[in-house]
C-alpha cells in the first residue's frame, strides 16, 4: 500500500487494484496531473479504507484477492457516496452489469490508456463536485428544490426521495438519473442527451449502463418494471418521465 502523505487539497484518490506495476504506473500519472492517490492491492483491505478515509473517488478492479471488485463496492455503498469508477473486462456485459448492479458509478474497460481514465475521473468528480454545491447552495436559499409526483417526492436540497412516506434507497448515480428524468417530465430525453449530461461523454451505441440504472429506479420509485407507467421507454427515442399517472 502506498500513499501520498502530503496535506493537499487535492482530489484524493483510492485505486484498488493487486497489478502493483500496473496501479502504480497508473497512480504516477495521476498524481502529476494533480491527483493524490492511495493504492490498495487487497480487496478486503479496501473495505475498511475506503469507509474511513472517505475518498473523493474509488478507482476498483473486478478480479482482486481477499474480496473481488463487486464485493468491496456492495460492502461500501451504503457507507460511502462518492464516486467509484469501476475497471472491467474489455467485452464482458455481465461485469458491467453486476458492477452499475452494486453501486458503481460507471465503468471503463481495461487495458484503459491512462489519459481515458483521467477524463473519466475528473468527470465524476465534476458530477460529484456540482451535486455537492448545489446541495450546499439550496440549503442556504429559501427556495425549495423539491418535485412532487403524488406519493413520490423528490428533494434534491436533501438528495432524498420518498415514496409513500419511506425513503428510497438510491445510489448517487441512480439519484442523479431520477432528477433528470424527474426535472425534465413529460419531454423525452435520448440516450445520448443523458449520457453528456451525467457522464460528460458521448454515447457510443452500445453502453448499457443508463438502461440498467432506470430498471433498478423502476421499481424503488413504484414502477412496474414489466409494464412501466412512470418511466417509460420511448423506443428509438430514449426515456420520458411521467408527470401525471391519472
Known amino acids: 500500500m502506498r500513499t501520498d502523505t502530503t496535506e493537499s487539497t487535492q482530489p484524493y484518490v483510492i485505486i484498488v487494484e493487486d497489478d502493483e506495476r500496473l ?68 467485452t464482458d456485459d455481465v ?15 481495461k487495458p484503459v ?9 475528473r468527470a465524476l468528480l465534476r458530477r ?30 436533501a438528495r432524498e426521495v420518498w415514496l409513500g412516506g419511506e425513503a428510497v434507497d438510491l445510489t448517487s448515480a441512480e439519484y442523479d438519473l431520477l432528477w433528470l428524468l424527474a426535472s425534465n417530465a413529460g ?4 440516450r445520448e442527451e443523458i449520457f453528456e449530461r451525467l457522464r460528460g ?3 457510443d451505441g452500445q453502453d448499457r449502463s443508463i438502461d440498467v440504472r432506470v430498471s433498478r429506479i423502476r421499481p424503488k420509485v413504484g414502477d412496474d418494471p414489466m ?3 412512470r418511466i417509460k421507454t420511448v423506443r428509438s427515442k430514449g426515456y420520458l418521465f411521467v408527470r401525471d399517472l391519472t
Not at 490508456?113 to 475521473?121: D, E, F, G, T, Y
Open 23 to 90: 496501479a502504480e504506473l497508473t497512480a504516477e500519472y495521476l498524481r502529476s496531473n494533480g491527483l493524490r492517490v492511495e493504492v490498495i492491492g487487497d480487496g478486503s483491505v479496501a473495505i475498511g479504507a475506503i469507509i474511513d478515509r472517505q475518498p473523493d473517488i474509488v478507482v476498483l478492479d473486478l478480479m482482486l484477492p481477499g474480496a473481488d471488485g463487486l464485493e468491496v463496492c456492495k460492502s461500501v455503498r451504503d457507507k460511502f457516496r462518492k464516486p467509484i469508477l469501476m475497471l472491467t473486462a474489455r
Open 95 to 109: 461485469d458491467q452489469v453486476l458492477g452499475l448492479e452494486m453501486g458503481a458509478d460507471d465503468y471503463v474497460a
Open 113 to 121: 490508456k491512462p489519459r481515458v481514465l483521467l477524463a473519466r475521473i
Open 128 to 157: 460529484s463536485d456540482s451535486a455537492d454545491g448545489q446541495q450546499e447552495k439550496n440549503g442556504n436559499e429559501s427556495t425549495q428544490n423539491r418535485l412532487e409526483f403524488g406519493d413520490l417526492v423528490i428533494d434534491n436540497s
Open 187 to 190: 419531454t423525452i430525453l435520448s
Open 201 to 203: 461523454i458521448q454515447y
Open 227 to 229: 409494464n412501466p407507467r
